[in-house]
């Protein structure tokens, strides 16, 4: 497999659930990123994980908890969601350290909240 | 200061015509501007991207026109095509660190074959 691949596609849980969104890159990068992404908003970076560390975090609310076991795998664990988490969630991966490199996104997991 | 203002919101082009889509920033320190296209179902794909210190960059039927001064960067579709139809983000990315990157909130493109 290439580039940014997430699982699952789709996922439907309930608010009192426990969840995890798995992100694997194949592109030798030491960057990853979770996005949200909603209805006719821009894009909102959540974390930010750069050689493993934990660089940034948005503000997000502590019932999303990310985990980098390794440079090239990202999890997203989930619990106690709220309707308004409904959202594609994407990961996103670059090579950080020199000239700004572009981020490489998966295509996504499609998360609804019941 | 960290937002990246885009427009339109949606874009109808007929075939063969040129979009255009209009961004804006505000932060100097701004220095890598890349446009990001998306596909129904699929996640945000690199179109192209211009550095400050040039005023355009083409690839192929795309072009980035960048104006320094007045802080806004457009991308131009020459003879659009209805694969072209699709949303496009625009984005500012500031150097060094893991990338600090801010999204326009996306055009939807639409191409009337």
């Known amino acids: 497999e290439t580039g940014v691949t997430q699982t699952p596609r789709h996922l439907v849980m309930g608010m009192t659930n426990k969840k995890s969104l798995k992100c694997e890159q194949h592109?030798?990068?030491?960057?990853m990123y979770w996005y949200k992404q909603s209805a006719k908003k821009p894009l909102e970076l959540m974390f930010v994980?750069?050689?493993?560390?934990?660089?940034e975090n948005n503000s997000v609310p502590s019932r999303f908890s990310p985990e980098c076991p390794n440079s090239s795998h990202l999890f997203l664990h989930l619990h106690t969601l709220q309707p308004e988490d409904s959202a594609l969630y994407l990961c996103?991966?670059?090579?950080?350290?020199?000239?700004?490199?572009?981020?490489?996104f998966g295509d996504g997991t499609r998360l609804s909240i019941l | 200061q960290q937002q990246v203002k885009q427009s339109p919101q949606s874009l109808i082009v007929q075939k063969g015509g040129i979009s255009i889509i209009n961004c804006a920033y505000e932060?100097?320190?701004?220095?890598?501007f890349p446009w990001y296209q998306q596909f129904p179902g699929k996640g945000p794909a690199l179109l192209i991207a211009?550095?400050?210190?040039?005023s355009e960059k083409k690839e192929g039927r795309f072009t980035i026109s960048f104006n320094k001064s007045a802080k806004q960067f457009s991308l131009h579709i020459m003879d659009s095509q209805p694969g072209d139809s699709a949303t496009y983000f625009c984005?500012?990315?500031?150097?060094?660190?893991?990338?600090?990157?801010?999204f326009g909130s996306g055009t939807r493109l639409s191409i009337r074959p």
């Open positions: 996103a991966s670059s090579q950080e350290g020199g000239n700004n490199q572009p981020q490489h």
């Open positions: 592109l030798g990068h030491n960057a």
């Open positions: 994980y750069n050689f493993k560390e934990q660089t």
């Open positions: 932060n100097t320190a701004f220095d890598y």
């Open positions: 211009i550095r400050p210190d040039v």
């Open positions: 984005a500012a990315q500031i150097v060094g660190g893991a990338s600090k990157i801010i």
